[in-house]
């Protein structure tokens, strides 16, 4: 079993900054990359930004310039620092990994979700 915890959402007003965090734990070989994604109400999910093992980042269009995202290969974390938020990016944040587990499967894990709240 694989799991992903996050933690860091909340309130911010606008302007404001946050920085989530999300630990993968369990059977894990590796993990080839680790990203965020977020919901809005009425929204599907959209990606935010990504990593890969080799340090390749990927950001959304909107978020550029305001989000960054980074990892600790050694904890198995990765951290999305959100700062001059607007409230339009109040979402529900969803840490993902893809990884291979210890029988070397090829796995999509999903954390719980984290809300993030942009309001004044």
């Known amino acids: 079993q694989v799991q992903l915890v996050e933690s860091g959402g909340g309130l911010v007003q606008p302007g404001g900054s946050l920085r989530l965090s999300c630990a993968a734990s369990?059977?894990?070989?590796?993990?080839?990359?680790m990203g965020w994604y977020r919901q809005a109400p009425g929204k599907q999910r959209e990606l935010v930004a990504s990593?890969?093992?080799?340090?390749?980042?990927n950001y959304a269009d909107s978020v550029k310039g305001r989000f960054t995202i980074s990892r600790d290969s050694a904890k198995n974390t990765v951290y999305l620092q959100m700062s001059s938020l607007k409230p339009v990016d109040t979402a529900v944040y969803y840490c993902?990994?893809?990884?291979?587990?210890?029988?070397?499967?090829?796995?999509?894990?999903w954390g719980q979700g984290t809300l993030v709240t942009v309001s004044s």
């Open positions: 990593i890969t093992s080799g340090g390749n980042t």
């Open positions: 369990g059977r894990i070989f590796s993990i080839n990359a």
């Open positions: 993902n990994a893809r990884l291979l587990d210890l029988l070397r499967r090829n796995l999509e894990v």
